[in-house]
T-cell receptor
Framework: DAKTTQPNSMESNEEEPVHLPCNHSTISGTDYIHWYRQLPSQGPEYVIHGLTSNVNNRMASLAIAEDRKSSTLILHRATLRDAAVYYCILRADNDYKLSFGAGTTVTVRA | DGGITQSPKYLFRKEGQNVTLSCEQNLNHDAMYWYRQDPGQGLRLIYY???????QKGDIAEGYSVSREKKESFPLTVTSAQKNPTAFYLC???????????FGSGTRLTVV
């Protein structure tokens, strides 16, 4: 499985943007970039995914580098409810499985 | 509302006993998965099933067993052969080659 590298932790102030980086230098052409987040004592929830182009949804934006070796999840205005562990995951188009790393723990200060 | 139900939320068992964790989904998803999470760690895949009556081992299947007799249900049995069963267990489902997983709220198993 292609691997991703994320910082262990990040801090942000409430109502400020948060940029979460993810490196995936061994990504293959059929790998989608997925982001999930996990609030304390809950199951992960889907945030966003993309292949080559930048993507936006109601939760976040995903910016993908032109060479696809890195990506950034953008939370436009952090709230206290965004404090969670964020996982960046590569998933091949023909694969069911998601492989989770340690993720980035995001802390939001009021 | 559609979703995944895991029960119970908390489970205590004595060492040496088998225990079965329930996972039911009403999303009409084809694929179902079991993950284990230890404190401060990411999720590790135990078993997954793409279709009824078929399942595959994940990365840490030793000491666990599953069945998939119905599309809606994917129970996980933690056997006495699992050396460190105390953990947070998460069930998930997805549509065929779909992009999003839906997770349940988890079962926290403590073996004493």
């Amino acid at each position: 499985d292609a691997k991703t590298t994320q910082p262990n932790s990040m801090e942000s102030n409430e109502e400020e943007p948060v940029h979460l980086p993810c490196n995936h230098s061994t990504i293959s052409g059929t790998d989608y970039i997925h982001w999930y987040r996990q609030l304390p004592s809950q199951g992960p929830e889907y945030v966003i995914h993309g292949l080559t182009s930048n993507v936006n949804n109601r939760m976040a934006s995903l910016a993908i580098a032109e060479d696809r070796k890195s990506s950034t999840l953008i939370l436009h205005r952090a709230t206290l409810r965004d404090a969670a562990v964020y996982y960046c995951i590569l998933r091949a188009d023909n694969d069911y499985k998601l492989s989770f790393g340690a993720g980035t723990t995001v802390t939001v200060r009021a | 509302d559609g979703g995944i139900t895991q029960s119970p939320k908390y489970l205590f068992r004595k060492e040496g006993q088998n225990v079965t964790l329930s996972c039911e989904q009403n999303l009409n998803h084809d694929a179902m998965y079991w993950y284990r999470q230890d404190p401060g760690q990411g999720l590790r895949l135990i078993y997954y099933s793409q279709i009824v009556n078929d399942f595959q081992k994940g990365d840490i299947a030793e000491g666990y067993s599953v069945s998939r007799e119905k599309k809606e249900s994917f129970p996980l049995t933690v056997t006495s052969a699992q050396k460190n069963p105390t953990a947070f267990y998460l069930c998930a489902s997805s549509i065929f080659r779909g992009y999003g997983y839906t997770f349940g709220s988890g079962t926290r198993l403590t073996v004493v």
